[in-house]
């Protein structure tokens, strides 16, 4: 099991925010609130989640996705998900998560 890291940074009034490892009920934890003190902090108009370096992800990574969804829209932003491996699209695809969150599957977004 690889330990989850998270990174946030704020560019302009995008707040970027990359995980890698593995997201699940030990590593959930610490990830929501590393990502809820950059979103309560910097309020941003839009937050990036990009999930291309997750390796895996339970239904406590479903549930971290979700919970940030909202706290960015209790901010008055909005949550998109960026690069997602095939693995873990299969994951957002099954729980329905398109049709709340946006999912960006190509490498266009620049960190």
Request: charged content about 25%; overall charge neutral; proline content about 3%.
């Amino acid at each position: 099991m690889e330990i989850a890291g998270v990174k946030c940074v704020m560019k302009k009034d995008t707040l970027m925010i990359e995980i890698e490892g593995d997201v699940d009920h030990h590593t959930a934890k610490y990830i929501r609130s590393e990502i809820d003190k950059a979103i309560f902090y910097y309020r941003p108009q839009v937050a990036l989640l990009n999930v291309g370096n997750v390796d895996f992800m339970d239904s406590s990574g479903l549930g971290l996705i979700l919970g940030r969804y909202t706290s960015v829209r209790e901010v008055g932003g909005i949550l998109k998900i960026v690069n997602p491996s095939r693995d873990i699209e299969k994951i957002l695809a099954l729980a329905g998560i398109e049709r709340l969150i946006p999912i960006i599957k190509s490498s266009g977004v620049s960190n």
